[in-house]
């Protein structure tokens, strides 16, 4: 766990989850997480607050705690899905699959230009791992989109 104060992004995703702790272990092994830090709360011994970074990027978490925050499991799934960029999406799946993923849609090229994977971790949150192939215009992607959506 690193003692630094942490250069705050302007956007930061909060993810509530059902045992914290065993989440943190979780993102280390599927995204090799780097806990920053958490915070235990001293009634419950639950993981109040904890903040991780996967690839740069800076992810906070927490246990559940219905009045301030929800799991997906308690609102029956998630409408928000993490894009996580990764140098090789086959190895980043494999990586995340062994450690308790599901994988929902396997590695596969894009129209959009990347390669990508869809993966539900076990505590329902889900992911994109990708990583650029290629350079597609917005025009070039919206001819592409048409014409999948017409075969």
Known sequence: MSSQ??????????????????????????????????????????????????????????????????????????????????DDVDAATERAKAAGATVTRPPSDQFYGHRSANLTDPFGHEWLVQREIEKVSPAEMQQRWDAMVKK
């Open 5 to 86: 104060p942490t250069q705050y992004p302007s956007m930061i995703p909060g993810l509530a989850v059902r045992d914290a702790a065993k989440a943190l272990e979780f993102y280390k092994a599927a995204f090799g997480a780097v806990e920053l830090f958490r915070l235990i709360d001293p009634e419950s011994g639950k993981i109040g607050h904890a903040e991780i970074t996967i690839n740069g990027g800076l992810i906070m978490l927490a246990d559940e705690y219905p009045a301030f925050n929800k799991t997906p499991q308690t609102l029956g799934g998630t409408p928000v899905r993490i894009c996580l960029m990764v």
